[in-house]
Structure formats: structure tokens, C-alpha cells
């Protein structure tokens, strides 16, 4: 099972809003709903932000929001913060193959 | 509150087996599943394996499959990743988190527990 494709990284100047993209095949994000969005930042456990390609589990920002369209799930994060400076992932389930994840973005606030 | 603590780090020759523990509180540990994911130095996050607490069912990534054994015992809450025939590319970061009901989604995680395989 491959790891789905994210970019290496993005960047964003406070306040503005950056989308994440995150490709997989028809064997992953594109047979199921069933993506969900880490952040991590270095040293820490990471954090749960999204699951079900859309939803939002208590507590998380609703700065943070997600969606997909065919092979692709897309994380996008408004009104950019310092604190939201970390490495992202996606994660989808991949059938009998298990569970995949990309490969990660880091992304910097400027 | 849910916790997953695991266990310290550890240091290992080349060939030799390591066993990570992840010991759970807060929540009823049958009710939920665990999965196993780690991050090499320099690199992204990958998921291993799985376990079905209250069955003991197991689904593992095909690259781990005859190499990694993952166990619960429900009497102390705790789950097990043992890895076997270590490699220095076994170096990495090890993570247990929670699965939810609903799908392979990791709502916590423990602190991870750092392996080394070195000579």
C-alpha cells in the first residue's frame, strides 16, 4: 500500500487560509469516507482534527475543515495562527490493505 | 480523562526483538480498538497494525506481516507491540493510539516511546 501523496509544504502569512491537498487511488480515499486529518507538531503526540473526510471532533477549531472529491481530500485551515505552525497528515482507511497515510506537510506561518 | 501511557525508551542490537506497552485509563479499554503507528527519523507516520481489544482480532500491514505481534491484556488495561528481527531501520518513534467506533480514526494517542537499533 503506497502513502498518499501530500505537498511537502506549505506556507501562509497570519490570518489567511491555506488548503492542504492529499491524494490517494481508487483502492483508498476514493472507495471510502473514510479520511481523517492529524497535526503534529514535533516532540508531541499528534492530534486528532478531522474525520470522515468533514467532521470536526469536539474541541477542535472550526478554523479547521475538510472535504474530498473523487481521490482527493483537502484540509483547509482559515484565519492562519502562529500556533497552527506543525507537520500535517492525512490518514485513510484502504480496505484489506489497512490504513494509509501521506507523507506529511509542514507547514510554516510567516 | 483518557490517557495512553506508554512504556520508556529502548535500545536494541540488530536482529533482536522489542516489546512496547501502552497502558490505557479513562475510558472502558474493551470498548475500543488500538492501532500501532511509527515515525522514522526525517519521515511521515505509518500505520502498522491493529487490534480488536475485545476480540483480540488483528490486522496488520502487510510490510510488518510475520514480524509484529500485537497483544492486550484486559486486566491491567494494557496493550502490546512486540517487533521482532529488529533492523536499523526499525529506528523510529512508536506511537498506540485509540481507534474511535467509527472508523480507523485515532482520537488519542499515547506520548510514543522512541526504539533504537543500533550496534
Known amino acids: 500500500q503506497s502513502a498518499l501523496t501530500q505537498p511537502a509544504s506549505v506556507s501562509g502569512s497570519p490570518g489567511q487560509s491555506i488548503t492542504i491537498s492529499c491524494t490517494g487511488t481508487t483502492s483508498d480515499i476514493g472507495s471510502y469516507n473514510l479520511v481523517s486529518w492529524y497535526q503534529h507538531h514535533p516532540g508531541k503526540a499528534p492530534n486528532f482534527m478531522i474525520y470522515?473526510?468533514?467532521k470536526r471532533p469536539s474541541g477542535v477549531s472550526n478554523r479547521f475543515s475538510g472535504s474530498k472529491s473523487g481521490n482527493t481530500a483537502s484540509l483547509t485551515i482559515s484565519g492562519l495562527q502562529a500556533e497552527d505552525e506543525a507537520d500535517y497528515y492525512c490518514?485513510?482507511?484502504?480496505?484489506?490493505?489497512?490504513?494509509?497515510f501521506g507523507g506529511g506537510t509542514k507547514l510554516t506561518v510567516l | 480523562q483518557v490517557q495512553l501511557v506508554q512504556s520508556g525508551a529502548e535500545v536494541r542490537n540488530p536482529g533482536a526483538s522489542v516489546k512496547v506497552s501502552c497502558k490505557a485509563s479513562?475510558?472502558?479499554?474493551?470498548?475500543?480498538?488500538i492501532s500501532w503507528v511509527r515515525q522514522a527519523p526525517g519521515q511521515g507516520l505509518e500505520w502498522m497494525g491493529w487490534i480488536g481489544v475485545y476480540n483480540g482480532n488483528t490486522n496488520n500491514a502487510q510490510k510488518f506481516q510475520g514480524r509484529v505481534t500485537m497483544t492486550t491484556d484486559t486486566s491491567t488495561s494494557t496493550a502490546y507491540m512486540e517487533l521482532r528481527s529488529l533492523r536499523s531501520d526499525d529506528t523510529a518513534m512508536y506511537y498506540c493510539?485509540?481507534?474511535?467506533?467509527?472508523?480507523?480514526?485515532?482520537?488519542?494517542w499515547g506520548q510514543g516511546t522512541l526504539v533504537t537499533v543500533s550496534s
Open positions: 470522515e473526510g468533514s
Open positions: 490518514c485513510s482507511f484502504a480496505g484489506s490493505g489497512g490504513v494509509v
Open positions: 479513562g475510558y472502558t479499554f474493551a470498548s475500543f480498538g
Open positions: 493510539a485509540r481507534e474511535t467506533g467509527s472508523g480507523p480514526f485515532f482520537d488519542y
